[in-house]
């Protein structure tokens, strides 16, 4: 499958691969399996493809890579598989990013879907009162942004095709799962009804109601819409510095709706 992601990736839906060209490089695609995101089902029992999503992380082109990594800057590519999971669309289980000891905080990341059409679920905390809670949903080209410290988790729209997305993150990223596992997934669950994702809460946290929009265009950060965000950062390298520095746009994160 042809991406247009503003550098030489293909995919092969068969196998749930990344393909590089000559320009390009990229990792040996990894693949999480149905039981490694049980825990955070609705139905932790259920059944559905065995191969739920693939990712590549640290792709882009050859010419960069050392800037990158100079700016601790990475692109990953994922793959979600079509289908169900008992009730539910694949997904991932979902997290919150840890502390970065490069900048001492909680990053973002910024999604750019690539094919198909995405919720990106994200809430304000991983306690019992998840605070504000959005599932924004996002067709091939559009961009999603989830502020630091959020907890948030990525969902297949629709059950019939992959869907598959890049997005920017830090370089030293790491998960925090604890949250989110002690209240058995986040605040709600999607939930397939008659063809369509629909969102029904989990009754492990307080009652803070969802929010479902579209999209919106980020020109707050700096971002032209329609253009791939990997083209974005080879225009203006600090374009995305707010991705491994998050304090530098502080005031954006305050009151922040996606």
Known sequence: ????????????LDTLDFRYGTEAFGPVTEKRKLDDIRGSLSNPEAEGPEIVYSVAMDVGKLKDKDDLIK???????MIFEKGIIGEEPV????????????????TCEVYEIWNGAAYIYMQEHDADDPGRCFAVYAKAGEVVIVPPGWAHCTINANINEPMLFGAWC????????EGIRAHNGVAYFPKVRNGRIEFVKNGRYSDSGLEIVSAGGYQEFGL????????????????FRFVTDPACAGELWEGYRP
Request: aromatic share 12%; proline share 2%.
């Open 1 to 12: 499958m042809e991406l247009h992601t503003g550098f030489d990736l293909q995919a092969d």
């Open 71 to 77: 700016r601790n800057l990475l692109f990953g590519a």
């Open 91 to 106: 997904r991932s289980q979902g997290h919150v990013h840890a502390v970065s000891e490069s900048c001492h905080a909680s």
């Open 170 to 177: 830090v370089r030293d990223y790491g998960f925090d799962y």
């Open 224 to 239: 032209e819409k329609g253009v791939p965000i990997y083209t974005q950062y080879e225009k203006n390298k600090d374009l």
